[in-house]
């Protein structure tokens, strides 16, 4: 195998990979997420001219949920594709219920009628007549997978729907849904720190011939040795998640410095060689990136060209051994399946 290749400033075609047994994208995809949610106040200028030069750079897969805002995320990413649209696979989700009127408001509504409903609203929030890639948010644990499905396969025949998915979800859900109708992805977050996956839902993904699409591959930046938690603002949510509270931040700190080392050593930043993990881990994986700023996309999408020596995976894994990071994904699990 080649070495591992070193950042540089121009920027390369982006490899191509496939997503289930139809569609295929850009190996590395835009998360829009903190475009409009979560993170803090996005600059919401900055964020449509990220959009667009990712796509201008060769990234086709664009991810949104209808949850994100609430609802304005959506018509973010309709507007920054105006022009664009032919070019891209507009990704998004549905399951997760918000209010405009209350932030804080979350639920789950996985019933037959909410997902047509939901679905028609992401239509015209987006500008699209079609959506690529739809998926399941969330399982509601109320509504047998099957019916959620069933419902998704009907959006399907209509034609508002290409393809469709899961996300955060167990084996055995995937296999109920898989059942009713070809699940081309699920989307979870996979990373150096966060490799549940590996467990029991890729392999049953991979029976299936369905692909994964990786959320969250730098750690939500923590990977980076960027990410300063005291300059995080007051609503940005990553200051709840366990794994960055002070209880468990210092180990999860020599972590990153490992990282970091090794990263240096190699020619390349730490979010390359986090990147460069997560697309080593099969040509059915898809990371997505969520940068909200153009600066970090030509460092990002250089990932894509890495290719680690079996030597130096070894010496990455043996630095950051998997179930090494202190705490939890989330403070509590009610929203993940299982």
Same mark, same amino acid.
């Given at each position: 195998?080649?070495?591992?290749?070193?950042?540089?400033?121009?920027?390369r075609?982006?490899?191509?990979?496939?997503?289930?047994?139809?569609?295929?994208?850009?190996?590395?995809?835009?998360?829009?997420?903190?475009?409009?949610?979560?993170?803090?106040?996005?600059?919401?200028?900055?964020s449509?001219?990220?959009?667009?030069?990712?796509?201008?750079?060769?990234?086709?897969?664009?991810?949104?949920?209808?949850?994100?805002?609430?609802?304005?995320?959506?018509?973010?990413?309709?507007?920054?594709?105006?022009?664009?649209?032919?070019r891209?696979?507009?990704?998004?989700?549905?399951?997760?219920?918000?209010?405009?009127?209350d932030?804080?408001?979350?639920?789950?509504?996985?019933?037959?009628?909410?997902?047509?409903?939901?679905?028609?609203?992401?239509?015209?929030?987006?500008?699209?007549?079609?959506?690529?890639?739809?998926?399941?948010?969330?399982?509601?644990?109320?509504?047998p997978?099957?019916?959620?499905?069933?419902?998704?396969?009907?959006?399907?025949?209509?034609?508002?729907?290409?393809?469709?998915?899961?996300?955060?979800?167990r084996?055995?859900?995937?296999?109920?849904?898989?059942?009713?109708?070809?699940?081309?992805?699920?989307?979870?977050?996979?990373?150096?720190?966060?490799?549940?996956?590996?467990?029991?839902?890729?392999?049953?993904?991979?029976?299936?011939?369905?692909?994964?699409?990786?959320?969250?591959?730098?750690?939500?930046?923590?990977?980076?040795?960027?990410?300063?938690?005291?300059?995080?603002?007051?609503?940005?949510?990553?200051?709840?998640?366990?794994?960055?509270?002070?209880?468990?931040?210092?180990?999860?700190?020599?972590?990153?410095?490992?990282l970091?080392?090794? *990263?240096? %050593?190699?020619? +390349? $930043?730490? @979010? &390359?060689? =986090?990147?460069?993990?997560?697309?080593?881990?099969? !040509?059915?994986?898809?990371?997505?990136?969520?940068?909200?700023?153009?600066?970090?996309?030509?460092?990002?999408?250089? *990932?894509? %060209?890495?290719? +680690? $020596?079996? @030597? &130096?995976? =070894?010496?990455?894994?043996?630095?950051?051994?998997? !179930?090494?990071?202190?705490?939890?994904?989330?403070?509590?699990?009610?929203?993940?399946?299982?």
């Amino acid at each position: 195998m080649a070495e591992a290749v070193p950042y540089r400033s121009s920027v390369r075609p982006v490899p191509r990979r496939r997503l289930g047994r139809d569609l295929s994208c850009s190996a590395v995809g835009l998360g829009c997420m903190g475009m409009s949610d979560f993170y803090g106040v996005a600059d919401r200028a900055e964020s449509i001219r990220t959009i667009r030069a990712a796509v201008d750079a060769g990234i086709t897969l664009l991810d949104t949920a209808d949850v994100y805002g609430p609802f304005s995320n959506e018509r973010l990413l309709g507007e920054a594709l105006r022009g664009r649209r032919d070019r891209v696979l507009v990704s998004t989700k549905a399951g997760q219920l918000r209010r405009a009127d209350d932030p804080a408001y979350r639920g789950l509504d996985g019933s037959p009628e909410h997902i047509h409903r939901a679905c028609d609203a992401s239509l015209e929030r987006l500008g699209v007549e079609t959506i690529d890639l739809y998926l399941l948010h969330r399982v509601d644990r109320r509504v047998p997978v099957e019916d959620s499905i069933g419902a998704m396969a009907e959006l399907v025949t209509a034609g508002k729907v290409r393809s469709i998915g899961l996300s955060e979800v167990r084996a055995a859900t995937l296999r109920r849904a898989a059942a009713v109708h070809p699940v081309s992805v699920v989307q979870t977050e996979y990373s150096l720190w966060s490799r549940e996956v590996e467990d029991e839902v890729l392999p049953a993904l991979r029976e299936l011939g369905g692909s994964l699409i990786a959320y969250a591959p730098l750690g939500r930046g923590f990977l980076t040795g960027r990410l300063d938690i005291a300059k995080l603002s007051n609503d940005d949510y990553r200051r709840g998640l366990p794994r960055l509270l002070p209880e468990n931040l210092g180990r999860n700190e020599v972590l990153v410095r490992r990282l970091a080392r090794l *990263a240096e %050593a190699w020619g +390349l $930043t730490p @979010a &390359q060689l =986090a990147l460069s993990w997560v697309l080593d881990r099969g !040509d059915d994986v898809v990371a997505l990136m969520g940068t909200t700023r153009r600066s970090h996309l030509a460092e990002n999408l250089a *990932a894509a %060209a890495v290719t +680690l $020596t079996a @030597a &130096q995976a =070894a010496e990455l894994e043996a630095a950051f051994p998997a !179930d090494a990071a202190a705490g939890d994904r989330y403070a509590s699990r009610a929203t993940i399946d299982g």
